[in-house]
């Protein structure tokens, strides 16, 4: 049920998929360092990752993963696995094209860090750029996939900004301070950014269009196609039973240029986690719930028509703790994580379940039951939601990552000890078939 303020709460039935009970050993709270493990790197010597065995049928995917010291290219139709880069001890960063035709990754290899462009469906390496190992590295696709924006900060020196063409091809865009790359606004146009503010420049020569400052803002977070910004801004409240004010963030959005601020969310929502969707005409965020302990909701407000929508309601499970939402690339629907404190007697357990919502509607399309509380579930687990195009979610669970079809079920679980960072998904007829293991 949507509603606007105030909320008005109701029961309400749901159907809910079969859940299938996992039992997880003592030790499973520690997932979120288990998986970052994988991008901690390996001893040397590592193995040579293995094809998954035997067939899967309807595998239509390909993907990158870093596992112990390989960067890796495995292909589900085929079954080949290719190496494309060897002792790396730390992917830096990704960014996937909106298509997932390409996947950009920055990588830390014994003194040195490079930056590589893989085609996702044949596993092909174009190297963009190297530097020494403590340089980090920022990085956003255009919104049409034909370009990449990077800016690279090295562990001495100023660094800068290089924009990387679809053939590989990377030129320095000429910034004199700004070395962090944030988001196109447009083919011609980029905001980049440095310790005191963000600037709006002209993407051939860093010229300088509009400047943003940071000071007194906080989590600020433009949208993918550059056209609004949104930041945190402290209040200072004083509440009748403290002596003592407090100092709350606001939720605040203004456009590019920081012109036409305007507070989305006040400080009795205790606003966090705000996601654009990519039009720049949604920003979602959660509230704490004031009805409900350990719970939160997600708010949506339509930057056109000032309306607020959210969902605040008891269900079948109980009251489910909505969190975590990620917006698909063409902005008509956003999926979120969503879990129920739930037991047996004395024993507690969490539902967990991914929801994808568009307008008014809701769908569940992945759920799993975890022998842990909801709180330490959800503190160990890290964000789950990412798209692949507008169709598919890698989806983390305990037991690894999966590509979840929103349309029909259909998933992919990948292998636990593999992080997966980029994938490409097949059309039906580009599908071919394993051979005999």
Request: hydrophobic content about 35%.
């Amino acid at each position: 049920m949507y509603c606007s303020p105030p909320m008005t709460i109701r029961n309400e039935e749901c159907m809910i998929s079969r859940l299938t009970r996992i039992q997880i050993r003592p030790g499973v709270v520690v997932l979120a360092a288990s998986l970052a493990a994988c991008s901690a790197g390996a001893p040397a010597g590592a193995p040579e990752p293995q094809p998954v065995s035997g067939p899967l049928p309807g595998d239509n995917y390909a993907f990158l993963y870093h596992e112990g010291t390989i960067l890796g290219h495995h292909d589900t139709r085929t079954g080949a696995d290719q190496r494309l880069a060897s002792d790396v001890s730390e992917v830096l960063a990704a960014a996937a094209s909106p298509t997932g035709a390409r996947v950009a990754v920055a990588y830390r290899s014994g003194d040195t860090s490079r930056v590589v462009v893989v085609d996702a469906a044949s596993g092909a390496v174009t190297e963009v750029r190297a530097g020494n190992a403590g340089t980090t590295y920022t990085m956003a696709w255009s919104p049409d996939g034909a370009r990449l924006g990077l800016g690279y900060r090295p562990e001495t020196g100023r660094g800068g900004i290089a924009v990387v063409d679809a053939e590989g091809s990377a030129r320095d865009m000429g910034c004199q301070a700004s070395n962090r790359f944030e988001a196109w606004r447009s083919p011609s146009q980029a905001i980049v950014h440095d310790d005191g503010a963000f600037y709006t420049v002209d993407a051939s020569n860093c010229a300088t269009l509009a400047t943003l400052r940071k000071v007194g803002k906080t989590g600020m977070e433009y949208a993918p196609n550059g056209g609004r910004v949104a930041f945190y801004q402290n209040r200072s409240v004083t509440f009748t039973n403290r002596a003592e004010p407090q100092t709350i963030p606001e939720l605040w959005i203004a456009d590019y240029a920081g012109s036409g601020p305007k507070v989305v969310a006040d400080f009795q929502s205790r606003a966090r986690n705000s996601e654009w969707s990519p039009t720049a005409e949604q920003i979602t965020y959660e509230v704490v719930s004031r009805r409900w302990a350990n719970t939160t909701h997600l708010v949506t407000y339509d930057v056109r028509s000032a309306d607020y929508s959210y969902i605040a309601e008891e269900k079948a499970l109980g009251v489910p703790n909505d969190f975590g939402a990620c917006w698909s690339p063409g902005g008509g629907r956003f999926a979120h994580d969503r879990t129920y404190a739930r037991s047996t007697g004395t024993q507690p357990y969490t539902t967990r379940q991914v929801v994808v919502r568009q307008g008014t509607d809701e769908k569940v399309v992945f759920d799993e039951v975890v022998d842990l509380p909801a709180s330490q579930y959800v503190a160990a687990k890290p964000a789950s939601c990412r798209w692949i195009g507008d169709r598919h979610l890698l989806v983390l669970t305990h037991r690894g990552q999966m590509v979840v079809d929103v349309e029909d079920g259909e998933t992919h679980q990948f292998q636990p000890e593999r992080k997966v960072f980029g994938v490409k998904v097949f059309d039906v007829e580009q599908r071919e078939s394993r051979p005999p293991t």
